[in-house]
């Protein structure tokens, strides 16, 4: 029971969220957590807090299509509003001011 193409949410400790898809050429991977930005993540922790990390993963969609998961993506982004800094580690779809 292998999982297609997916879109996950993760939570982190502080409750904020990133929203991200696997599309690799076998499928999801469950090693694989994203490309969100270490440092910004980083700069809400403080060093003990980073000393024990526990993140949340769930897969909120799944597909066998790349295009219809990558389309996807940026919808729960934004639906979620995961681009929003208040809320999510997100830095595409961001907010227009």
């Known amino acids: 029971m292998k999982f297609s193409y997916v879109i996950y949410k993760l939570t982190f400790p502080n409750g904020k969220i990133y929203i991200g898809k696997d599309i690799g050429s076998t499928g999801h ?4 957590f994203g490309s969100w930005n270490t440092e910004i993540v980083e ?3 403080t060093k003990e807090e980073l000393s024990d990390f526990i993140l949340r993963k ?10 219809e998961v990558s389309k996807m993506e940026g919808e729960f982004i934004r ?4 681009n929003d800094p208040m809320i999510g580690y997100n830095r595409s779809h961001m907010l227009k001011k």
């Open 58 to 67: 769930e897969i909120i969609f799944e597909s066998n299509d790349k295009k």
């Open 79 to 82: 639906s979620l509003r995961s």
């Open 43 to 45: 700069n809400d922790f």
């Open 29 to 32: 991977s469950l090693r694989y």
